[in-house]
């Protein structure tokens, strides 16, 4: 965050070098120096689509009242779904920049596997009347919405230089509506086949996935200006990478002890 006027000035500098800096081609936006950041921007919005939360914004009336509900029970479930969705989407945007990125996208997907577990459990139990299943549900949207959902294209925006953004984020959004497209074309075939229960839960180990990898491979950025966050991925960053696991669990430690 800019605190001062030097601050600013100095970011305004480095902007404007940034926008004087020709584009790469894709030749060069796929070589190891930007790999690891593209493989970033590519699988953090493949998860958020394969988390499942297209199966239950498309279908979850249908999934609801085939699992005993009424329609309008299922329908006011769906607003509910909606309202939830939307107010920890503004908890993320509130608490983005102290929690960090980092922690947030841990906790979330973390959260949401489980979530989705659970969800898997009530049906494969035959509890969908009960309010648990309604629980379950809320507690995946809660964890997508303040992570996995938001902060996808935050991180891509940071985690690029701006010489490769825009083809970048180009991939980066092509890949989300090619998820997006499979999910939605897949999910009534998984519901009919292997049912619900084990369609949560297929949901729920690409959240698992989602989870390690966010764990290895997710870089902090909080704080960092666009300039240091190339330099790392190029290998030229001074910073001492114990003093980064430093922050890291004190930005988790806040999340876990606001």
């Known amino acids: 965050m800019i605190s001062s006027p030097k601050e600013m000035q100095t970011e305004m500098a480095q902007l404007q070098k940034s926008v004087n800096t020709p584009a790469v081609s894709y030749k060069e936006l796929f070589s190891p120096r930007w790999r690891k950041a593209l493989l970033i921007g590519v699988l953090l919005p493949l998860f958020s689509q394969f988390s499942g939360i297209n199966a239950i914004i498309y279908y979850g009336p249908t999934i609801l009242s085939n699992a005993g509900k009424s329609l309008s029970?299922?329908?006011m479930s769906q607003v509910i779904f909606g309202v939830a969705n939307m107010i920890f989407t503004l908890i993320a945007i509130w608490k983005v920049d102290s929690w960090g990125r980092r922690p947030l996208y841990i906790f979330g997907t973390a959260g949401a596997a489980i979530a989705l577990f659970l969800t898997g459990v009530c049906f494969a139990t035959?509890?969908?009347?009960?309010?648990w299943l309604l629980i379950c549900v809320l507690a995946f949207l809660a964890c997508f919405a303040f992570s996995i959902g938001p902060l996808k294209f935050v991180v891509a925006a940071e985690i690029f230089p701006s010489k490769i953004r825009g083809r970048a984020m180009a991939i980066s959004i092509m890949v989300m509506w090619i998820a997006d497209t499979i999910v939605g074309q897949l999910t009534p075939v998984l519901l009919k086949s292997i049912g619900t229960a084990a369609t949560f839960w297929t949901f729920a180990a690409f959240c698992v996935?989602?989870?390690?990898?966010?764990?290895?491979?997710?870089?902090?950025t909080k704080g960092k200006s666009l300039e240091q966050i190339e330099a790392e991925w190029e290998g030229q960053a001074h910073g001492d990478r114990t003093e980064t696991d430093g922050q890291e669990k004190a930005d988790l430690a806040k999340i876990l002890h606001p």
Do not use: C, D, Q, R
């Open 126 to 131: 035959g509890a969908t009347t009960s309010i």
């Open 209 to 220: 996935v989602a989870f390690l990898t966010v764990y290895k491979l997710l870089p902090e």
């Open 73 to 75: 029970s299922s329908l």
